[in-house]
């Protein structure tokens, strides 16, 4: 499947006055500082790469359902094991003007000095679930973006042909560790108590 070729959008509405705010006329000069700034101010999923910015879509409420699910086991486990799990909107610094906000993400020590309050400056695993209205974003951009963050495992939570991929990174890129459909379960290699039921995550939804 192509990446979709239309300019990122770019339009938001500000929470308590309801004006709608045109992004665009910024685009390309966006700094770090800027966009902490701005996403400081509201809840909308805003992402940035290189003076660009990106207004995510609204999560749908099948995403809901599965993000809840999913959060729910990953904190039975992560937080007997002194870890911490957290879920979007949280920014995610990737690099130097490239933020990122995994619907989950989570450091195996809560104490570590990349659990910051602002943003997080790394992490040791992250999920996303797949939006529909450009899965390439889930499935192939976020893919790299992980990887260069140096993010040891990705789980890529796929409604629309009911899979979960387990991706671990080996050298400069990630390779599958799996890919889980109903009636199996998905296994994370950096966590091995942590195993969720495709069956059970699909049908939370």
Same mark, same amino acid.
């Given at each position: 499947?192509?990446?979709?070729?239309?300019?990122?959008?770019?339009?938001?509405v500000?929470p308590?006055?309801?004006t709608?705010?045109?992004?665009?006329p910024?685009?390309?000069?966006?700094?770090?500082?800027?966009?902490?700034?701005?996403?400081?101010?509201?809840? *909308?999923l805003?992402?940035?790469?290189?003076?660009?910015l990106?207004?995510l879509?609204?999560?749908?409420?099948?995403? *809901?359902?599965i993000?809840a699910?999913?959060?729910?086991?990953?904190?039975?486990v992560?937080?007997?094991?002194g870890?911490?799990?957290?879920?979007?909107?949280?920014?995610?610094?990737?690099?130097?003007?490239?933020?990122?906000?995994?619907?989950?993400?989570?450091?195996?020590?809560r104490?570590?000095?990349?659990?910051?309050?602002a943003?997080?400056?790394?992490?040791?695993?992250?999920?996303?679930i797949?939006?529909?209205?450009?899965p390439?974003?889930?499935t192939?951009?976020?893919?790299?973006?992980?990887?260069?963050?140096?993010?040891p495992?990705?789980?890529?939570?796929?409604?629309?042909?009911?899979?979960i991929?387990?991706?671990?990174?080996?050298?400069?890129?990630y390779?599958?560790?799996?890919?889980?459909?109903r009636? *199996?379960?998905?296994?994370?290699?950096?966590?091995p108590?942590?195993?969720?039921?495709v069956?059970?995550?699909?049908d939370?939804?």
């Amino acid at each position: 499947m192509s990446r979709s070729t239309e300019a990122p959008m770019v339009r938001l509405v500000w929470p308590r006055s309801g004006t709608e705010l045109d992004l665009a006329p910024l685009q390309g000069l966006w700094t770090d500082e800027m966009y902490l700034r701005l996403t400081d101010q509201t809840n *909308q999923l805003i992402e940035l790469t290189d003076g660009m910015l990106e207004v995510l879509p609204q999560p749908t409420r099948k995403h *809901q359902r599965i993000l809840a699910f999913l959060y729910a086991l990953l904190l039975e486990v992560i937080r007997p094991m002194g870890g911490e799990a957290l879920f979007a909107p949280l920014r995610l610094r990737i690099r130097p003007e490239k933020f990122r906000e995994p619907d989950l993400l989570l450091l195996l020590d809560r104490n570590d000095p990349r659990n910051q309050e602002a943003c997080w400056l790394g992490a040791d695993l992250v999920l996303e679930i797949v939006s529909p209205d450009d899965p390439e974003r889930d499935t192939v951009v976020k893919r790299a973006d992980y990887a260069e963050a140096r993010i040891p495992e990705y789980w890529i939570v796929n409604p629309i042909d009911e899979t979960i991929t387990v991706l671990t990174l080996a050298g400069e890129g990630y390779v599958e560790h799996g890919v889980f459909r109903r009636g *199996q379960q998905a296994v994370s290699r950096l966590i091995p108590a942590f195993t969720v039921s495709v069956d059970a995550v699909f049908d939370a939804a």
